[in-house]
């Protein structure tokens, strides 16, 4: 699992990259949400500290950046599994056995939507269309690579591989 | 039939190859023999309509931008593709980037645009790389920057990545997420042309729209209006999905007969089964009945005749086995979970409406459900800021109009009785059930609580309620 808490900081490399997030818009607000990114994928959740670091960075209301990430689905509220796994079950996933994946990984894990395991390695959660409609069923992880095409035995040999990676 | 977006050229993602097979040809040609005006009229005389569902003719939209400099503007490129159903761009992403970076390059000089935003939703992370690679490719050869290819014109392209709003494919809505803000549409007017992102006029274009526009310039306004539908011109991305044997993208002219794209590209229904229905355009498009399917032609104004509409030609095929009532509350869960919550007819509608789809799932409806439902469609279509309300609205109204009687069959209720809704209507006139303020008008304050017990104890208004 991810850390519970933290203190958010970038370091002088990230500080480069919050300068270039800037000059990309003509108002710093319009920074926000690449920074929340670079937060996650440092920090792996956006903690309210994080937002209030953001805000700082940004000159902007605290509030406000909590109102954007509270706003967007992928900005993690709350610390996942290692690996969050995310499962659409919208109309062309549903119909090519979508919500037999979801219960699947739910039953194994024995966890239900956006829980943890104990030994905090996976998270599940059920998504909406991630645009994988013609090689349903899908799930991705960690907001990163697409596993399409799914079947039974596919979930299992990913499942003991993410496992065994660690 | 020859290809304009999805070539079968392999590796055309790369540059190199892509330049080799004529790419950025048409750019050239723009910047040293095109004025600004003079590649809109091409456009227009291509009579290319948006791909990302409103199918607003593309020149036409363009024009609608001021000229001269007085203000920055703006081009906004949706690759947000969110709705249901929906898989074009990211194959654009993936098969052909230049093309796609091409077209909107020469859209912006055509509106003398300096800064161009593509909008990619967040899930796409492996399609953002592929493109964050393609533009700063093209930054390296000279044909985004300044002063470019030695024409005066100065341009920069961004990549500006989402985090999971289906709203934000809204074009109001993805200004202000660019903006750094909540993803809320905005009122209309002023229009993106006139008021846009950061106040200043922008143009919003879906990918696969921007993707023609090299082949226009290079090919003319006139080779592409031959090509499919005459009222809706060229080559659409038809994403297939569903029971079908081989789904996937494919690019085919408009008009194209809707079984000849199941049965000769996408090898016919799975298992052999018959159809039952068939979203034509993402999720938000109202359904087609088998019958209706059958002589149906892949183009807006033929969809348009039935009620229903192109949208991104995403077509999602269900067979006669399908739930089609649990293909419905799928459907308003997902504009449940993704409303944006400003306009009060569809954050509460679209609640009430799958409340009502998950107790007829669950076996508890009431056959008065199925006009409740048509309703409360009703009540939010049209009553709301942005077209999600309407999105949600159509497949609700037209999948319980057209397969009624799928939903009557979950319904085990056997007799009709007098409908609570109308009960819980029908307090405010009659005398036995007066709301408190009429009460308190008429000074019979005194039987206020004993009516107030008695109309909480009332077993439709608990049902109602429940």
């Given at each position: 699992m991810n850390k519970e808490n933290y203190i958010p900081v970038f370091d002088e490399n990230e500080m480069k990259m919050v300068e270039h997030h800037k000059s990309?818009?003509?108002?710093?607000?319009?920074?926000?949400?690449?920074?929340?990114?670079?937060?996650?994928?440092?920090?792996?959740?956006?903690?309210?500290?994080?937002?209030?670091?953001?805000?700082?960075?940004?000159?902007?209301?605290?509030?406000?950046?909590?109102?954007?990430?509270?706003?967007?689905?992928?900005?993690?509220?709350?610390?996942?599994?290692?690996?969050?796994?995310?499962?659409?079950?919208?109309?062309?996933?549903?119909?090519?056995?979508?919500?037999?994946?979801?219960?699947?990984?739910s039953d194994k894990l024995g966890i239900k939507n956006k829980e943890i395991t104990s030994d905090g390695m996976f998270s599940i959660e059920e998504v909406e269309c991630l645009g994988s409609c013609a090689t349903a069923p899908m799930l991705q992880i960690n907001n990163k690579e697409f596993h399409e095409k799914l079947t039974l035995e596919e979930v299992d040999k990913l499942l003991n591989n993410l496992r065994n990676s660690n | 039939m020859e290809k304009i977006i999805l070539k079968d050229i392999p590796d055309l993602d790369k540059i190199s190859v892509y330049e080799n097979n004529g790419g950025y040809a048409a750019w050239k040609k723009v910047l040293s023999q095109m004025k600004p005006?003079?590649?809109?009229?091409?456009?227009?005389?291509?009579?290319?309509?948006?791909?990302?569902?409103?199918?607003?003719?593309?020149?036409?939209?363009?024009?609608?931008?001021?000229?001269?400099?007085?203000?920055?503007?703006?081009?906004?490129?949706?690759g947000d593709e969110s709705?249901?159903?929906?898989?074009?761009?990211?194959?654009?992403?993936?098969?052909?980037?230049?093309?796609?970076?091409?077209?909107?390059?020469?859209?912006?000089?055509?509106?003398?645009?300096?800064?161009?935003?593509?909008?990619?939703?967040?899930?796409?992370?492996?399609?953002?790389?592929?493109?964050?690679?393609?533009?700063?490719?093209?930054?390296?050869?000279?044909?985004?920057?300044?002063?470019?290819?030695?024409?005066?014109?100065?341009?920069?392209?961004?990549?500006?990545?989402?985090?999971?709003?289906?709203?934000?494919?809204?074009?109001?809505?993805?200004?202000?997420?660019?903006?750094?803000?909540?993803?809320?549409?905005?009122?209309?007017?002023?229009?993106?042309?006139a008021v846009g992102v950061w106040g200043n006029p922008t143009t919003i274009n879906n990918i696969e729209t921007l993707a023609n526009i090299p082949e226009i310039i290079n090919k003319g306004g006139e080779w592409f209006s031959k090509i499919g539908d005459p009222k809706h011109p060229g080559t659409l991305l038809f994403g297939v999905s569903g029971h079908v044997n081989k789904p996937g993208v494919y690019e085919l002219p408009t008009g194209i007969p809707l079984m000849t794209l199941i049965n000769d590209y996408c090898g016919g229904v799975k298992n052999g089964k018959d159809i039952k229905m068939i979203?034509?355009?993402?999720?938000?498009?109202?359904?087609?009945?088998?019958?209706?399917?059958?002589?149906?032609?892949?183009?807006?104004?033929?969809?348009?005749?039935?009620?229903?509409?192109?949208?991104?030609?995403?077509?999602?095929?269900?067979?006669?086995?399908?739930?089609?009532?649990?293909?419905?509350?799928?459907?308003?869960?997902?504009?449940?979970?993704?409303?944006?919550?400003?306009?009060?007819?569809?954050?509460?509608?679209?609640?009430?409406?799958?409340?009502?789809?998950?107790?007829?799932?669950?076996?508890?409806?009431?056959?008065?459900?199925?006009?409740?439902?048509?309703?409360?469609?009703?009540n939010i279509e049209g009553n709301t800021i942005c077209a999600l309300g309407d999105?949600?609205?159509?497949?609700v109204?037209?999948?319980?109009?057209?397969?009624?009687?799928?939903?009557?069959?979950?319904?085990?209720?056997?007799?009709?009785?007098?409908?609570?809704?109308?009960?819980?209507?029908?307090?405010?006139k009659s005398d036995e059930y007066m709301t408190i303020s009429d009460h308190a008008e008429q000074g019979k304050v005194e039987d206020l609580m004993g009516k107030v017990q008695e109309l909480t104890q009332n077993e439709d208004i608990k049902r109602f309620s429940s």
């Open positions: 990309k818009y003509p108002a710093q607000m319009a920074a926000v949400m690449p920074l929340l990114w670079m937060i996650q994928e440092k920090y792996g959740w956006i903690s309210v500290d994080a937002m209030r670091y953001v805000g700082d960075l940004l000159k902007l209301p605290h509030d406000h950046v909590l109102g954007v990430a509270t706003f967007y689905s992928m900005y993690f509220k709350k610390p996942t599994g290692k690996y969050h796994l995310q499962i659409c079950t919208n109309v062309s996933c549903m119909l090519c056995g979508g919500y037999e994946v979801f219960h699947y990984i | 005006d003079e590649v809109i009229e091409e456009v227009k005389k291509s009579g290319l309509r948006g791909r990302g569902g409103a199918c607003f003719p593309t020149g036409l939209k363009w024009s609608f931008m001021p000229k001269g400099n007085d203000k920055p503007k703006y081009l906004c490129c949706n709705e249901p159903g929906s898989f074009k761009d990211r194959e654009i992403f993936e098969k052909n980037p230049h093309q796609f970076i091409e077209g909107s390059l020469i859209a912006a000089y055509a509106m003398g645009i300096k800064a161009v935003y593509v909008y990619i939703r967040g899930e796409y992370w492996k399609w953002i790389n592929i493109m964050e690679e393609c533009v700063s490719d093209a930054y390296k050869k000279g044909f985004i920057g300044e002063n470019v290819q030695g024409s005066g014109y100065s341009v920069d392209m961004y990549i500006h990545k989402g985090a999971g709003a289906y709203i934000c494919g809204e074009e109001s809505s993805l200004m202000n997420s660019l903006e750094g803000k909540r993803g809320y549409p905005r009122v209309k007017p002023p229009f993106p042309a979203i034509p355009g993402g999720s938000s498009m109202p359904p087609l009945t088998k019958e209706e399917s059958l002589n149906m032609k892949m183009d807006a104004e033929s969809l348009k005749a039935v009620g229903s509409a192109i949208g991104t030609a995403g077509v999602m095929v269900m067979d006669e086995d399908t739930d089609i009532v649990h293909v419905l509350q799928r459907i308003t869960k997902f504009y449940y979970h993704e409303s944006c919550g400003q306009c009060t007819p569809c954050r509460e509608g679209c609640g009430w409406m799958l409340k009502v789809l998950n107790r007829i799932m669950d076996g508890t409806g009431r056959h008065s459900d199925l006009d409740l439902l048509i309703s409360v469609a009703e999105a949600a609205a159509w497949p109204k037209w999948t319980v109009r057209k397969f009624r009687k799928e939903f009557e069959a979950k319904i085990k209720e056997d007799k009709a009785d007098l409908p609570a809704a109308n009960k819980v209507h029908g307090l405010r």
